[in-house]
């Protein structure tokens, strides 16, 4: 049985860059479809009793079962993103990124543009990652519900919901604004900072 977590800020937290309505909904209605609709499909299975990450790596790349992997995913997806953000969030890592961040984009700012210009420039749903692959930070974009762990050794720092419902009613068809948004004022560093621990430990 998969379980909705709670959002770790109050609805209206993230304001004014992702409005009150906007976290309801996609909290309570998406992310609760998503959690819900798993439930339904691993019920009386094998994977019934079995953790989101293990459903999607079972599953992932199987045609007869990608009904069950886009759901999980979704559902997985969208706890790793509320975590991504914060009230308190934007600016810039901490000194634990320094070194990767010059190595791989330049600098902060390097890393910036380029997680800007995925989250705008990937065509339809999906979602704009950093992520640690191989020692190095490295951005990416993902198609729909796939998460990063499935492709290569991709470990998820951060990431940004570039689906429509995650922005439509606060920013219309305005994708850039909503992505400039997030990643100068809300982006969460801290969270970013303890996966990038996790997973040199
Ligand atoms: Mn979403």
């Known amino acids: ?6 959002l770790p800020y109050a609805y209206d937290a993230l304001e004014p860059c992702i409005s ?56 997985w997806n969208h706890g790793f993103y509320w975590r991504s953000l914060s009230p ?27 997680l800007v210009e995925a ?19 490295r951005i990416r974009d993902t198609h729909d519900a796939v998460p990063p762990f499935c492709e290569g050794d991709a470990v998820p ?3 940004i919901d570039v689906w429509e419902h995650a922005y439509y009613l606060d920013y219309q068809n305005v994708r850039p604004d909503y992505v400039k948004a997030v990643i100068d004022e809300r982006l969460n ?4 900072a303890a996966n990038l621990r996790a997973a040199r430990r």
């Open 1 to 6: 049985m998969i379980t909705l977590p709670a």
């Open 20 to 75: 009150r309505r906007t976290l309801a909904l996609h909290h309570d209605k998406h992310h609760a479809a998503y959690v819900d609709k798993t439930n339904e499909l691993i019920e009386g299975t094998a994977l019934a009793g079995a953790d989101l990450e293990t459903i999607i790596r079972r599953t992932h790349g199987d045609e007869s079962r990608k009904q069950l992997f886009n759901q999980a995913a979704q559902a």
């Open 88 to 114: 308190e969030g934007g600016g810039k890592p901490d000194e634990a990124f320094d070194t990767l961040l010059a190595d791989g984009f330049g600098g902060f700012e390097g890393l910036r543009d380029a």
């Open 119 to 137: 989250a705008i420039g990937h065509f339809g749903s999906g979602w704009a990652w950093v992520t640690l692959e191989g020692g190095a930070l």
């Open 157 to 159: 720092l951060l990431c």
């Open 189 to 192: 560093w801290e969270f970013a």
